[in-house]
């Protein structure tokens, strides 16, 4: 079942190109296809804790899961990549 667009989601890895973490949580924006017939990917919108539009995303759909009841949410510091601050 395909995610819905605008659920917040949960990272299943980490992804390292952005500074993300497993179990990070993100707003699922859009699906993109693969330019070359592979997996499709998700565009995700990050935000800080307190609510603040931080990043944007690109990441395999295999990367993501939906949230589920049993799980709780944390913060953690965010460490920011040279290509961030640019």
Request: negative net charge; hydrophobic residues 40%.
């Amino acid at each position: 079942m395909k995610l819905e667009l605008y659920q917040e989601i949960a990272l299943r890895r980490d992804i390292p190109e952005y500074g993300l973490k497993k179990g990070d949580v993100a707003l699922l924006i859009d699906y993109v296809p693969h330019p070359s017939g592979g997996e499709d990917g998700c565009i995700l919108e990050i935000f800080n804790a307190i609510g603040e539009s931080i990043k944007i995303a690109v990441v395999p759909y295999s990367a993501v899961k939906a949230l589920e009841a049993d799980e709780v949410p944390s913060v953690r510091p965010l460490r920011l990549t040279s290509r961030d601050a640019a």
